[in-house]
């Protein structure tokens, strides 16, 4: 199979298409013919650590949103069947090697594809999505009324978090430059704050939770945002938890592969409360491309590579 790999940690020219051996399934597990696939900060991150290759002791493939069709099952599946339309974020934050024309990975971390996306929307989705589902519904508990400031509310975690959140039925506020203040009232944002004019400590207040999905000072700047009791979840890593949380919960998100999660946001897709935004779609050959787009930091939704 076609596959692009991490020939050496540097920039978007080490990602190298190679022909690989196709995986086979296991027990309790399928194999995915990928017909497209998300790109994510996490695989530039990857590409360009020294770190992951150590950690993982090999050339990491990169690559864990996939959307694509089931190939063939392993021993002990019951959940799919051959010629299955399915997406998911498979083995994260292990390797995957979504960037591939085939993936293994168990059940499990598949759910049936949102029958109105096709695969290029549905692999816009698992990890962003999961990310936001599990911030906001699984550690904050958002219930109708409350009210819900996102940072990157345009970014590819942010836009999915600003629907979940109103489908919920709670009051959104988001951060975002003003270019695309427009786009996030149409998504279902209440408020839009311009974070290059505006501080958004001056101009929010009474905040149930907070999702912060920048990383550097916003987290000790959205502590005075939030109420008694209320919940700030950050996104980028642990280390961005203030160390005095000034009487509110604090928790550090790492998504991980869930079906129940991809069931709820494949069901909200289908009901037109979540729309996945794809910035840019590119070939698997142009992988490259795609991180040298997603590094610049400008994109409004998702990047993704079709494969086939």
Sequence with gaps: ???????????????????????????????????????????????????????????????WDVSGTVEAVGPGVTLYREGDEVYGMPNFPRQAGGYAEYVVAPTR?????????????????????????????????????????????????????????????????????AAKHELLRELGADEVLDYRTTDFEDAVSDVDVVIDAVGGDYAQRSLKVLKPGGHLVTLPGPDGIPADTQGVHASWVLVEP???????????????????????????????????????????????????
Aim: proline letters at 5%; glycine letters at 10%; a negative charge.
């Design 109 to 177: 971390h598949f759910a049936r594809k949102p029958a109105s996306l096709d695969h290029v929307q549905a692999a816009a989705l698992p990890l962003a999505a999961l990310t936001a589902w599990q911030a906001l519904v699984d550690t904050a508990g958002v219930t109708a009324g409350q009210r819900v400031l996102i940072h990157a509310a345009a970014g590819g975690v942010g836009h999915l978090a600003v629907q979940i959140a109103k489908a919920r039925g709670a009051y959104v506020i988001g951060t975002a430059s």
């Design 1 to 63: 199979m076609r596959a692009v790999v991490v020939s050496q940690w540097g920039g978007p020219e080490v990602l190298t298409e190679v022909e690989a051996d196709r995986p086979e399934p296991g027990l309790n597990e399928i194999l995915v013919r990928v017909h497209a696939a998300g790109v994510n900060p996490v695989d530039w991150k990857t590409r360009a650590s020294g770190a992951a290759l150590i950690a993982w002791g090999e050339v990491p493939m990169v690559g």
């Design 258 to 308: 869930d079906l129940k999660g991809l069931e709820e946001i494949a069901a909200l897709a289908d009901q037109g409360l979540l729309k996945p935004l794809v910035d840019t779609v590119l070939p698997l050959e142009q992988a490259a491309k795609a991180h040298e787009i997603g590094e610049l930091g400008r994109t409004t939704g998702k990047i993704v590579l079709t494969v086939g």
